[in-house]
């Protein structure tokens, strides 16, 4: 079974512009997750995805954006790139529940893409 | 939300040593997960924990949800093991919202 994979791996950007991570999850997962990790901020949860719905949102401004497809795959975005967006992106995948039968499910998190703002 | 701390922050060992990272978190939660973060940035799963015990090979890991705390054990620590180690947990009321640890730096030296 394939793990998750991120394109692009590496990315280099200039402050103003904006960029679009993807993230497809493993064949029948229907959550997606993603996290920015920094040296100093540590992983932090940016938001999650479920069946096309954003479930959750982490503390992060509104150029931070998302949104997943039918087929589970999804896109982050952010849009005025700044120096301190800087960092590496990851996402993370899990078979889910719904919010009726929540529980909680393994995740796998896939090998990143590495963002560099100058 | 939840905090996660990891102890020790740095650990290093000589090739063959066993030794003992801990997570302490400070509420309950439904998931716990170890990883290891290898140099090129991957999360690579090692346990699935949200209580009891599990082995797979030289690695152990215990949770106590009760406690609020879970430690990983590595045996016979190889130069392959080095890097860094992340405990993870969440509630499944926030959703698939993951807090984690600062980590534990490993270096195996041989």
């Known amino acids: 079974k394939a793990g998750v994979t991120q394109t692009p791996r590496y990315l280099i950007k200039t402050r103003g512009q904006q960029v679009t991570l993807s993230c497809s999850p493993i064949?029948?997962?229907?959550?997606v997750s993603w996290y920015q990790q920094t040296p100093g901020q540590g992983l932090q949860f940016l938001f999650e995805y479920f069946s096309e719905t954003q479930r959750n949102k982490g503390n992060f401004p509104g150029r931070f954006s998302g949104r997943q497809f039918s087929n589970s795959r999804s896109e982050m975005n952010v849009s005025t790139l700044e120096l301190g967006d800087s960092a590496l992106y990851l996402c993370a995948s899990s078979r889910g529940t719904s919010f009726r039968y929540l529980r909680a499910t393994e995740q796998y998190f896939g090998p990143g893409t590495r963002l560099t703002v100058t | 939300g939840i905090q996660v701390e990891q102890s020790p922050p740095d650990l290093i060992l000589q090739e063959g040593a066993n030794s003992t990272l801990r997570c302490n978190f400070s509420d309950s939660v439904n998931n716990l997960q170890w990883f290891h973060q290898n140099p090129w940035g991957q999360l690579i799963n090692l346990f699935y924990i949200p209580s009891g015990t599990k082995q797979n090979g030289r690695l152990s890991a215990t949770t106590v949800a009760t406690e609020r705390y879970s430690l990983l054990y590595i045996s016979s620590s190889q130069t392959t093991d080095s890097g860094v180690y992340f405990c993870a947990v969440l509630r499944t009321n926030t959703g698939n919202q993951f807090y984690f640890g600062t980590g534990t730096s490993l270096t195996v030296i041989p």
């Open positions: 064949s029948g997962h229907r959550s």
